[in-house]
């Protein structure tokens, strides 16, 4: 027992350092060739933000579809996700209209960018004589809507020689229009970006020139229709076309048989992951237009929050005060392990949690649920607390007590935390199915709060008071909350009864 629970404290001990030193710093961590800044991120209502308002571009008297505009709205939602955007609030707002509100944007024009437009890729027969980059076309072909198993393939193709898996289609022209021409030629589309899969697609950089090219991957029939295309039109150009504006007016080098190429242009980095993100989430089913973009500062104010801070202190510090003199010896156990609690529980809202989250965004209603968790947690040592008193009454010997204590409390422990998961979950599931970040927010941190909380109550706790029952095996009742030790029973019943 004592060799078990030295083992037990020190993984504590560790585990106290490390969650210690991530809640109360913001280092930098390198794993490999992944950099990780590890901080804390505050939602809309603390550090402010971007809020803009999309209306639907269509002719007046146009009637929308509901579901069309519920799915622009998620697939928004993916992009403004994919830039790294915390806890954005992106919800349909009457018939026609979307609201994004981005907490702590950096570059609100690349963001604008990147969920304002409509994002549709096309791949257009360009011929012999390809438009400038920059210039505004017309095309025939293939609808936004389209599946790519309904996009126009070209007929006769010659046979494919064999290649390698990927090929790149490598840029010409150097023209740079800065005001693009509107051509009054109409192109033929050969394929959209709904035959690009999105798994395959991302930025990578040319080995020759490191300028940042975009990789994509084909699925469907859209490996053949790219293959013959390719095949018979070597030598010819292929443009490349993004709502509509040429973006690469690459020459066919070479067929492209293998199911996935590069696009290349004249990007930026930013530029390059912003238009990876558009092809990796698709196009939006209706074309939006920015109405008003609104640049807002914190709802509550720095004052506001530094006096949260100040009163969230002094009710900590209140609890401490009161299980210090009321449990004494325990009590200051339980304070040591509640600290743990709190290092553990904003270590996982800055590193998350792998294969679930990221990190978790510290809004107002979230600090709410990291609050009402701490009670719970402190509830919990409360009832282990009361049950060792009431053994240690009954006459029972000091390490029978605290084990006894531990073995009767866990029922209620058990069912309340459960009944709070419960609830939790039906939270977050309301709050993920109609657009309510503020109570997912709300439901997330009491859900690590109830995890990290049973944690904290069951096995550290406990571990401390047997390491020092192991230490002090002689150490008068009074230290653990017990007066004058009256026997209301001689005789008890074993552990389990």
Request: one cysteine or more; proline letters at 6%; charged letters at 15%.
């Amino acid at each position: 027992m004592r060799q078990r629970t030295f083992i037990s404290l020190a993984l504590i001990v560790l585990l106290a350092i490390v969650c210690g030193w991530l809640a109360l710093s913001n280092p930098t961590i390198t794993i490999g060739d992944t950099v990780r800044q590890v901080q804390v991120h505050l939602g809309l209502d603390l550090q402010g933000g971007l809020r803009v308002l999309l209306q639907a571009d269509v002719p007046e008297g146009t009637t929308i579809d509901p579901d069309s505009l519920k799915v622009a709205r998620d697939i928004i939602e993916r992009r403004v996700n994919a830039l790294g955007v915390v806890e954005p609030l992106i919800q349909v707002q009457g018939a026609n209209r979307i609201v994004v509100e981005l907490p702590g944007i950096q570059n609100p024009d690349e963001a604008i960018k990147v969920f304002g437009g409509t994002g549709l890729l096309e791949f257009v027969d360009a011929g012999s004589n390809p438009p400038a980059e920059g210039e505004l076309i017309a095309t025939t072909g293939p609808s936004p809507t389209n599946s790519c198993s309904n996009v126009v393939a070209q007929s006769n193709p010659t046979p494919t020689p064999t290649i390698a898996p990927t090929d790149t289609i490598s840029p010409t022209n150097a023209v740079t229009n800065t005001n693009p021409i509107t051509s009054t030629r109409v192109f033929t589309t050969i394929m959209t970006g709904d035959c690009l899969d999105a798994a395959s697609t991302g930025v990578q950089f040319d080995q020759q020139t490191s300028q940042p090219i975009i990789g994509f991957g084909l699925k469907g029939d859209g490996v053949k229709i790219f293959g013959d295309f390719t095949t018979a039109n070597v030598g010819k150009y292929l443009a490349i076309a993004l709502d509509k504006r040429i973006i690469s007016a690459p020459v066919i080098n070479s067929p492209i048989t293998g199911g996935s190429g590069v696009i290349q242009g004249r990007f930026t980095i930013p530029e390059a992951n912003n238009l990876a993100v558009q092809l990796k989430f698709g196009s939006l089913p209706i074309p939006l237009r920015i109405e008003t973009t609104t640049n807002i500062g914190p709802t509550l104010g720095q004052d506001s929050i530094n006096r949260s801070l100040i009163a969230g202190a002094i009710g900590i510090a209140i609890v401490a005060f009161f299980m210090i003199f009321y449990y004494r010896l325990p009590g200051v156990l339980a304070v040591i392990a509640l600290t743990i609690y709190g290092f553990i529980v904003f270590t996982i809202y800055k590193v998350g949690i792998p294969g679930l989250f990221d990190f978790v965004t510290l809004t107002l209603p979230g600090i709410a649920g990291f609050i009402l968790s701490l009670g719970v947690a402190v509830d919990g040592n409360i009832l282990i607390f009361e049950r060792m008193k009431e053994e240690l009454r009954d006459g029972r010997p000091m390490a029978l007590a605290l084990e006894a204590g531990f073995e009767r409390a866990w029922p209620s422990i058990r069912d309340s935390n459960i009944s709070t998961l419960i609830t939790s979950l039906i939270l977050l599931w309301f709050g993920s199915t109609f657009g309510a970040s503020i109570v997912a927010g709300f439901a997330i941190t009491l859900m690590i709060g109830v995890f990290v909380g049973l944690f904290t109550s069951v096995f550290v706790t406990r571990t401390f008071l047997r390491f020092v029952l192991d230490i002090f095996p002689n150490i008068g009742l009074w230290w653990y909350g017990v007066g004058s030790l009256t026997r209301r029973n001689k005789s008890f019943a074993p552990m389990g009864e």
